[in-house]
């Protein structure tokens, strides 16, 4: 059974940081490339960052740029998001899932979603 599973939300000030890990079985994560993608409360899902798996290629949203940062660990089967300086308008659901990922581009290969992990940034 295919799963990816995002943990390591939570409550921080402006400014603050967080890591969200995605942990991924029933297929072999180091073949598909990995996309995080977030919802925040009355909007449409958008694409933050994402890596490929062909020729490392990485993506990420204009938003994000210079504070965010994505890496993957594939005998561990896990992908990160590093998150720094995070903004009051970084709150949302952020999940993960496999993706397409050009460094221009990013686009999820499934409409199945996970349970994602809450962020907020709050003072």
């Known amino acids: 059974q295919v799963q990816l599973v995002e943990s390591g939300g939570g409550l921080v000030q402006p400014g603050g940081s967080l890591r969200l890990s995605c942990e991924a079985s029933?297929?072999?994560?180091?073949?598909?490339?990995v996309g995080w993608f977030r919802q925040a409360p009355g909007k449409e899902r958008e694409g933050v960052s994402c890596?490929?798996?062909?020729?490392?290629?990485?993506y990420y949203a204009d938003s994000v740029k210079g504070r965010f940062t994505i890496s993957r660990d594939n005998a561990k089967k896990t992908v990160y998001l590093q998150m720094n300086r995070l903004k009051p308008e970084d709150t949302a659901v952020y999940y993960c899932?496999?993706?397409?990922?050009?460094?221009?581009?990013?686009?999820?290969?499934?409409?199945?979603w996970g349970q994602g992990t809450q962020v907020t940034v709050s003072s």
């Open positions: 029933g297929f072999t994560l180091a073949y598909y490339g």
């Open positions: 890596m490929s798996s062909s020729d490392g290629s990485i």
């Open positions: 899932a496999t993706a397409v990922c050009t460094i221009v581009s990013i686009s999820a290969k499934s409409d199945s």
